[in-house]
Nanobody, 125 residues
């Protein structure tokens, strides 16, 4: 199981940048695939980006070229650098780990214990 805590959210103007962090206090971070999801009010949670245990990455089309996911196994932390933010990026962002990444697709764990509590990102126009 993972124990995830997100940070770095906030209010930013369109075109600005934020970097989200997700710290895992569990002991298996380095062998876990890690991902970011987001959920806007009234919408379903959607995939944003994933990074495999080997460093392979994949992004949602809506953020490709603007967001970068990375990980520091020595710090048990995964990051999401968000540039050129748009109002439609406004959402609660969630970190998750331990899912299956295969064939270019990521299947997250459904247990709440594999998700962080979320951090709010608000982009003003």
């Amino acid at each position: 199981q993972v124990q995830l805590v997100e940070s770095g959210g906030g209010l930013v103007q369109a075109g600005g940048s934020l970097r989200l962090s997700c710290a895992d206090s569990g002991i298996t971070f380095s062998i876990n695939n890690m991902a970011w999801y987001r959920q806007a009010p009234g919408k379903q949670r959607e995939f944003v980006a994933v990074i495999s245990r080997y460093g392979n990455t994949r992004y949602a089309d809506s953020v490709k070229g603007r967001f970068t996911i990375s990980r520091d196994n020595a710090k048990n932390t995964v990051y999401l650098q968000m540039n050129s933010l748009k109002p439609e990026d406004t959402a609660a962002y969630y970190c998750t780990g331990g899912g299956i990444y295969s064939g270019g697709n990521y299947s997250p764990r459904t247990d709440k214990g594999y998700w962080g509590q979320g951090t709010q990102v608000t982009v003003s126009s």
